[in-house]
């Protein structure tokens, strides 16, 4: 029994688990276009491993929070493999603290168009925003709970930040065998989850 793994909210990443959520493969790739390197991605750690897509008992998929153009990849993918009667698992990054038993935090991770994104939670109360580059850094550097997000990315690294930035990528790397059991028994299946609605994200090219 294995479980296939695709998340293309920041990076593309495609992992394989077996029976007890331990990793078998997991494949990260930084680099823009993924759209020209998923499929490939998939089938050498599929071949890699030498599985058949119909060994695999479910698809786990990270939902956002990420682009138009990031999510719909892999989201249109685990849409095909629904149709295909695959079961389907998703959820959101911002999520994973609290699956993990963070009671209270935020997550955060850059918007484009020198915005970012922040979600935070306090036991079951929960707000998101976009805020600007000051009101981010005075955000993040006056909050007094823990911090997640992509961490990793330039428009976040480059910022004057006090405090450290627990990728949430790295948490599903290191704890997936704590994490997917528990979205699985809640049969998540989030959708996909974009920084802005569709009508403000394209506004831009529907000027031009």
Request: net charge negative; aromatic share 14%.
């Amino acid at each position: 029994m294995s479980y296939l793994y695709l998340d293309t909210s920041e990076y593309l990443i495609v992992g394989v688990c077996d029976s007890d959520y331990r990793w078998l493969d997991y494949q990260m790739l930084k680099e823009k276009k993924s759209a020209s390197k998923i499929h490939q991605l998939i089938n050498g750690v599929l071949q890699k491993l030498k599985l058949e897509f119909s060994q695999l008992e479910a698809v786990f998929h990270a939902a956002g929070p990420g682009s138009y153009t990031g999510i719909r990849l892999s989201e249109g993918i685990t849409q095909i493999l629904e149709l295909e009667k695959y079961q389907i698992y998703s959820f959101y990054h911002f999520e994973i603290p609290k699956l993990l038993g963070e009671a209270s935090g935020s997550w955060v991770s850059t918007a484009f168009r020198d915005e970012f994104f922040v979600y935070s939670w306090f036991g079951d109360e929960k707000t998101s925003k976009l805020l600007g580059r000051s009101d981010f850094i005075n955000f993040v550097n006056n909050n007094e709970h823990k911090i997640y997000g992509h961490g990793d990315s330039p428009a976040i690294s480059e910022l004057n930040l006090n405090k450290d930035i627990d990728e949430t990528s790295k948490l599903i790397e290191k704890q997936a065998d704590q994490i997917f059991p528990q979205v699985a028994k809640l049969k998540l299946r989030r959708e996909p989850f974009y920084y802005r609605q569709l009508e403000q994200e394209f506004l831009p090219s529907l000027k031009d």
